[in-house]
Structures are given as structure tokens and as C-alpha cells.
């Protein structure tokens, strides 16, 4: 598979190179190297509902910053790549048009809920992230990596492993880790990643954290993200993120659950200890990992949390 989706990235005109909405490090470092490795006949779509606003954490990536959105994208690519985008519901409007029509497409993937949903697929579900899939989609092929695509290969397995803490971390990703660190200062990555927050996001999570909500003899935590707190800290998507794991570290929590109000219903964040996550998620159609995984469940957001604690007690 890794041969054949090469020689198809080689032959291909233009290519467009997906994230998935809400955008992490995973899928923005992988993007990130891939676009190194292919060059000035391929693009970055970035999906952003509204405007050009990814985490800007990450903007020290190489061509980020040049990266397009769904305002500006067009239709001129004859090959769409999805890096780190579980299923097809994860690309949305006018880039799914784009999908759908293109003459090949491609999925690079790490969630095991991925049901191939491509023209080609390398799918390697339960590995540490997309940039570890990536990392040996090269290797296989025998394609040198810079120092360039070494930084987003780096910082992609960095923060999809939470610094080499969660349990899909191998002993070849530590490998991957030793061979990109002989091409990039990992030290510096690390600072850029986890210590530049923005005040505002820091006084989010701490009000959040403090509302929490326990249940089941606190084996089950929650809180509630809704748009009044979401306006009051003018809260940005990338906010969210490391609240579920401040709550799953909790001594006694099982379960940790957070639920961001939409004009949608709920999108739900869970974090497990020894349950499978997926477990809970695939009853509301959603998917993810063993231990991290997500949903959307079309309700307002009190009734979400019901119905996701009722799941949640039953399996416990």
C-alpha cells in the first residue's frame, strides 16, 4: 500500500493535504511534513468553520501560515490526502465536495474507528498518532527525511502520545522519537508546544476544572462548556484541549467527560483509565481510541450529560 499511494502522490498534479476539523498537533504536524515532502504542487486545507483561526501554537510549523481554509479553497486538485481524519464525517462543506470529486484520494490514519473510507487507505489503527504512521510511510519508501518534516513528524507524535505518557506509545515510537531528535532540538518543540498559553485560556480551564461535577462515587467527571463561558473568555476551539486529561488524572475518576455546547447539540470529549472509550462513543455514532474518543449527540447539553452518565454507569 505505502508504493502504490506514493506513486500516486508522484503522479498527481495538484494535491490537497486535509485536517481534520478542530485541528491538534497531530493532524496540523503531520500536514505540516507531508507538504515538506511533496512540495510547491500541494496545499494545506485547514478546516476552520469560520475563518483562518487555528491553534496558533502551532504556527512555528513550516507552511501552516500559508495554509488555506474553506473560504479560499478551490477546485483544482486531482488528489485529496486526509491526515489524522477518523471518518468521513470529519470533513465537512465545501471540502467534502472536493473529496467526493476528486479523481484519487487518500487516508493516512492511527484511529482504529477508521473504516477506510478512501480510494487508498493506510490505516494502522491503535499506533500512537498519524505522525508515527507518517514517520514510517517514509522510512517504507525510502524517502529521506529534513529536518523540516522531521518537526512536524515531532511534534505530531509528541502531542498525540501526551509526551510519551499514553498507552499506544511503543517501543518504536521512542525510536521514532531517538532518529527525529538527531534533526530537530525536540527541547524547543516541547516549549513551543506546552508552555506559550494565552491568559485567557488558562482562566477557561481553571473555571471549567472548578465546575467539575462528580458522580458514581467520583468514578465519572464532567463539565459543561457552554457558550456563555465560551464568550466570556472569547474562548477559542483549541481552548478545550487538556481538560478531559486534567480530569481523568483525578485519583478515583474513571471517566471523564467534557461537553461543549453547539448550535449542533453536544460535542463530547471522554477520557478513560481502564474502560474503552469507544464503547461509550459508539452509541452515539462517534469513535476514537481506547482510552480517548469523541461524539457528537444532537440534544441540548444538560440531556447529553445525562445520557452519557447513564452509558457510562452501565459499563462501569
Do not use: W
Amino acid at each position: 500500500m505505502e508504493r502504490e499511494i506514493l506513486k500516486t502522490i508522484n503522479n498527481s498534479q495538484r494535491v490537497l493535504i486535509i485536517t481534520h476539523v478542530n485541528p491538534d498537533g497531530d493532524t496540523l504536524g503531520s500536514a505540516s511534513a507531508l507538504k515538506s515532502y511533496i512540495g510547491n504542487k500541494a496545499d494545506i486545507l485547514i478546516q476552520i468553520k469560520d475563518n483562518f483561526n487555528f491553534p496558533k501554537t502551532y504556527s512555528f510549523l513550516p507552511h501552516l501560515n500559508q495554509a488555506k481554509n474553506l473560504s479560499d479553497v478551490k477546485d483544482e486538485y486531482d488528489l485529496i490526502v486526509a491526515l489524522d481524519v477518523a471518518s468521513i464525517d470529519r470533513i465537512i462543506d465545501k471540502a467534502r465536495a472536493l473529496f467526493d470529486k476528486a479523481q484519487n484520494t487518500i487516508s493516512i490514519d492511527h484511529h482504529k474507528t477508521n473504516k477506510n473510507y478512501a480510494k487508498l487507505n493506510l490505516v494502522k489503527g491503535g499506533t500512537s498518532s498519524c505522525g508515527e504512521v507518517l514517520y514510517d510511510f517514509f522510512v517504507k519508501n525510502d524517502i529521506e527525511i529534513t529536518s523540516e518534516m522531521a518537526m512536524g513528524l515531532y511534534s505530531a507524535i509528541l502531542t498525540d502520545t501526551g509526551c510519551f505518557k499514553y498507552e499506544s506509545t511503543t517501543s518504536y515510537t521512542f525510536e521514532i522519537a531517538k532518529q527525529l531528535s538527531k534533526l530537530v532540538n525536540t527541547s524547543e518543540i516541547a516549549d513551543l508546544c506546552y508552555t506559550n498559553k494565552a491568559k485567557n485560556l488558562i482562566l477557561f480551564q481553571s473555571e471549567l476544572v472548578t465546575n467539575a461535577k462528580f458522580c458514581l462515587n467520583d468514578k465519572i467527571a464532567y463539565t459543561l462548556i457552554t457558550k456563555d463561558i465560551i464568550e466570556k473568555y472569547s474562548a477559542k476551539d483549541e481552548y478545550t484541549e487538556g481538560i478531559c486529561e486534567t480530569l481523568r488524572s483525578i485519583y478515583g475518576v474513571e471517566v471523564a467527560f467534557v461537553l461543549k455546547e453547539t448550535d449542533n447539540g453536544a460535542k463530547v470529549s471522554i477520557r478513560t483509565k481502564e474502560l474503552d472509550a469507544t464503547k461509550i462513543t459508539d452509541k452515539f455514532n462517534g469513535g476514537g481510541h481506547k482510552r480517548a474518543a469523541g461524539c457528537t449527540i444532537k440534544t441540548n447539553i444538560n440531556q447529553a450529560a445525562e445520557k452519557l452518565i447513564e452509558t457510562a454507569k452501565e459499563l462501569l
